[in-house]
């Protein structure tokens, strides 16, 4: 489970980035703006952002740092190709492994791995967001890393250092804090807490784009995934390059972000309620 939820947070969270900026320096840096009156202010700023992100298909490089045997972390490198779909569809595919694909959409998520593991993962957004505890990254997070987080009014807000914090809760506990540069309005950091409050995941987005047909979206993406004594566990850095408009026409659509067959993968394995992935029968 560990090395399957490991995968799930480097390559899905993969939405994310390359540039290695820490939030203290990012923090020192930002301008002293002043922030946004109340909380329905900032939604409507961020709700205008994501609905002016277009779909769009870019290059990356990615670096994913895995533990070796000694606990270090090993840098692996991936050519990859992205597909974006406002707001949930995306598609990666690495060119590393053979094949190393991620898609999401509306209602599913899956992850299918061959050579090296010859295995297909799949599941149900919907249960997924039930297994907080076991997933360091939602599959809905994989969309978050291009600033579409859905962020509204239940939401809490306050000001530090040049930028709005804004603070999501379930039934008194914090899940989720978005960092929001008072002068751009960009999000700039996206932190992920389980039900102790300890933080699991962080992604930075930095160096954000303006690509063709006025598509704005951070080129540069850091994830994180921290162990129990809250130290850097495995972590991946994205490039994205060559951005560019993306219209997929039906046969895309269906094939990119439509969850495919088994297609001879030797093992298929379903994310079921007690949030641990099981085994389908030949």
């Not at 992850?111 to 076991?134: E, H, N, Q």
């Not at 291009?146 to 914090?165: A, E, K, N, P, S």
């Not at 129990?228 to 390059?241: A, N």
Request: charged share 25%.
């Amino acid at each position: 489970m560990k090395q399957i939820t490991t995968l799930l947070l480097l390559i899905a969270t993969l939405t994310l980035i390359a540039g290695c900026q820490s939030l203290n320096e990012t923090i020192i840096d930002a301008p002293d703006c002043p922030g946004k009156a109340n909380i329905a202010s900032a939604v409507r700023v961020l709700a205008l952002q994501r609905q002016n992100i277009r779909p769009f298909k870019s290059k990356a490089d990615c670096v994913v740092y895995f533990p070796n045997a000694e606990g270090k972390l090993k840098p692996e490198s991936v050519d990859a190709s992205i597909y974006f779909v406002p707001p949930s569809n995306v598609y990666f595919k690495g060119d590393k492994f053979g094949e190393i694909c991620l898609g999401t959409n509306d209602t599913e998520f899956w992850l299918r791995i061959k050579p090296d593991m010859d295995t297909y993962w799949y599941g149900a957004k919907a249960r997924a967001a039930d297994c907080v505890a076991d997933l360091p990254v939602n599959p809905d997070a994989v969309a978050e890393g291009f600033g579409m987080v859905d962020i509204t009014t239940d939401w809490t807000l306050f000001y530090r250092d040049g930028y709005d914090l804004l603070d999501y809760a379930e039934n008194g506990k914090k899940k989720k804090r978005v960092y929001v540069n008072a002068c751009t309005y960009l999000i700039n950091r996206i932190e992920y807490f389980d039900d102790s409050g300890a933080l699991k995941a962080s992604a930075d987005l930095t160096k954000y784009t303006t690509g063709e047909n006025g598509i704005v979206v951070p080129s540069n993406i850091y994830v994180v995934n921290y162990d129990e004594l809250g130290l850097e566990s495995q972590s991946m850095e994205i490039k994205l390059k060559h951005l560019a408009p993306f219209v997929p026409t039906e046969k895309q659509l269906k094939k990119m972000f439509a969850r495919p067959e088994r297609d001879g993968y030797k093992y298929m394995k379903e994310l079921k309620d007690n949030c641990e992935f099981e085994l389908i029968a030949d």
